[in-house]
């Protein structure tokens, strides 16, 4: 399957995603960014992976020095840049993940909203994604926790009625991958996962959940 985010959920589609009517998931959404918003002081360059439209960018652009939004649909990223002109400090690039190349690394990497499943992310991404990273900068990668199963479901449902995704495949999702019929594929990382993510690479790096909805692995890049 060809990328679905650069194809299918895109540009105002993607807008649509974020406009809920589900209490419970805007609770996530928000706990997600407070997360990574408690730890900045302000002074930081950050990129963010899979940025969509800027959703994220937007919110943490007053807690940054810049900030920089990278996806790989030029249809959002053109959205994204009108959502952000009044933000400076940020901006949206396009760009594939698995060819990203910077001219300076990056203090805080945001890869969120269960990103590594979305860009099909393997330990080569990974390697690159640490190596965009400056020494001394911090990694966040998130995912769903577990215990958010029951209501991700009924967020992708309301995607579903919303024609933003195909019918969900209620017989073949389950233990946390959503599968639609139209071809579309979500999975998630359990904390066994980011646990064995975290030992591969060799940084000091945690697996904590956040707000009983998202489960993250913060790496930590020692400086020189």
């Known amino acids: 399957m060809s990328n679905y985010y650069a194809e299918s959920l895109n540009s105002q589609k993607l807008f649509q995603v974020y406009d809920t009517a589900l209490p419970r998931i805007k609770q996530y959404f928000e706990a997600e960014i407070d997360f990574v918003r408690q730890h ?7 990129l963010e ?25 030029e249809d959002s990223v053109k959205l994204g840049t009108e959502y952000l002109k009044d933000f400076p ?7 594939d993940v698995h060819q990203m190349a ?3 690394p990056f203090d805080v990497i ?15 991404v990974i390697a690159k994604i640490l190596d965009v990273l400056a020494p001394g900068g911090t990694a966040y990668f998130s995912t769903y926790s577990a215990r958010f199963w029951d209501h991700r479901i009924a967020w992708f449902q309301e995607q579903a009625d919303k024609g933003l ?11 946390g ?35 009983g909805s998202s489960l993250y692995l913060v790496i930590h890049k020692p400086a020189r």
């Open 40 to 46: 900045l002081t302000g002074t930081e360059r950050v």
């Open 49 to 73: 992976l899979g940025a969509g439209y800027g959703r994220i960018v937007r919110e943490l652009a007053p807690n940054c020095a810049e900030i920089v939004g990278m996806d790989i649909s």
């Open 89 to 95: 400090n940020a901006s949206m690039v396009a760009m």
């Open 102 to 104: 910077f001219d300076r």
């Open 110 to 124: 945001l890869c969120l909203q269960n990103g590594l499943s979305a860009m099909r992310a393997d330990d080569q």
């Open 165 to 175: 995704l195909g019918e969900l495949d209620m017989e073949q999702t389950k233990d």
């Open 177 to 211: 991958v959503i599968i639609c019929k139209d071809g579309f594929r979500a999975t998630t990382q359990t904390p066994e996962d980011y646990d064995a993510i975290g030992r591969k690479f060799g940084y000091p790096y945690e697996v904590t959940e956040v707000d």
